[in-house]
């Protein structure tokens, strides 16, 4: 098997009461089979209280507060699990958030997602070009599937090739034979829109956007080059698998152009990526949609 990461992902590390927007509410907590049986033999107070906020119907999971926090968020934003019982003692889902691993034949990429505000700081102000690093070999396989390899010449591309950012983007589109991909900020503002969205701060910004004469964005800076690099090393390969090249790449295109749009308009604040990848990467159904509506302009 070989192991990829990108560049920043040793550096990542929670911030926990220091993150002003908490992964500990809001959602349902899913507890793997293995931390379950763990939980079961954990003994005294702090084992009852785990048993008490399992929930016994349907698959297991921390049965939340009222304001949909986990029942182990302390008021000061630490979690009691880990005062008690150490970091070993979470389940998978809260040990890993927000990290994410594809999975291939022979093959683990592994990454930060940017529904974290510290991993959209570490990523965007990461000081170098968004760089691949194959941190454990332990196979002689050297071949990988043909959507990977494209993947990766892309990268290549935008990362070492001559010429401005978008004229690199342009060669990439032309190599998975795409058309010239034009934002058109209103647009897609409004298709956003039509998305299903959870935070009403989205909404306010996708309404700023379309009601705001953005004009042409500019892909220029090392922090546009890493956030394109960023979409096509998470996100290209799996919807070239099922989408093929051209609307796989016009996707990763399409969210820098629209994060970078919102950006001019939200200043240095990068809430924006945040919420971003909250409201599109975790959602299956919208990035379908996307990519529906990509295809259909395509034609």
């Known amino acids: 098997m070989r192991y990829f990461e990108p560049d ?37 107070e702090m084992g009852k209280l785990l048993r008490d906020n399992i929930s016994k119907e349907g698959d297991p999971c921390f049965i939340l507060t009222e304001d949909e926090r986990c029942p182990f968020l302390l008021d000061n934003g630490l979690c009691k699990m880990i005062i008690e019982l150490g970091e070993d003692s979470l389940c998978n889902i809260c040990r890993e958030h927000p990290r994410f691993y594809n ?10 997602g940017l529904c974290c505000e510290e991993a959209v700081r570490l990523m965007l102000n990461f000081p170098e ?13 050297e ?20 010429g401005s950012l978008t004229s690199r983007l342009l ?48 892909f220029s800076g090392l922090r546009a080059e890493r956030l394109v690099s960023y979409f096509i090393y998470r996100h290209f390969t799996n919807l070239c698998f099922d989408y093929g090249a051209a609307p796989a790449l016009i996707f990763c295109i399409l969210s820098a152009a629209l994060i970078l749009a ?11 990526v945040r919420l971003y990848s909250s409201e599109i990467e975790y959602s299956d159904e919208n990035i379908g949609l996307i990519i529906d509506k990509i295809i259909e302009r395509q034609k």
């Open 262 to 272: 919102i950006g001019d308009i939200n200043g240095e604040n990068l809430e924006h």
């Open 171 to 218: 060669s990439c589109l032309k190599l998975c034979r795409a058309k010239t991909f034009e934002f058109d900020s209103k647009f897609w503002a409004d298709f956003y829109l039509s998305l299903e969205r959870m935070d009403e701060e989205w909404t306010d910004m996708l309404l700023r956007l379309k009601n705001k004469n953005a004009g042409e964005i500019e």
């Open 8 to 44: 920043f992902y040793r550096d990542f590390k929670c911030i926990a009461d220091k993150c002003r927007h908490s992964c500990c509410k809001g959602w349902e907590i899913d507890i793997d089979e293995e931390s379950l049986k763990r939980f079961s033999k954990v003994e005294g």
């Open 103 to 112: 999975c291939y034949e022979d093959r683990e990429e592994r990454g930060v």
């Open 143 to 162: 071949y990988d599937e043909d959507e990977i390899i494209l993947r990766d010449y892309i990268l290549d591309l935008i990362s070492k090739g001559e």
């Open 129 to 141: 070009k968004f760089n691949i690093i194959e941190y454990n070999n332990e196979s002689e396989q």
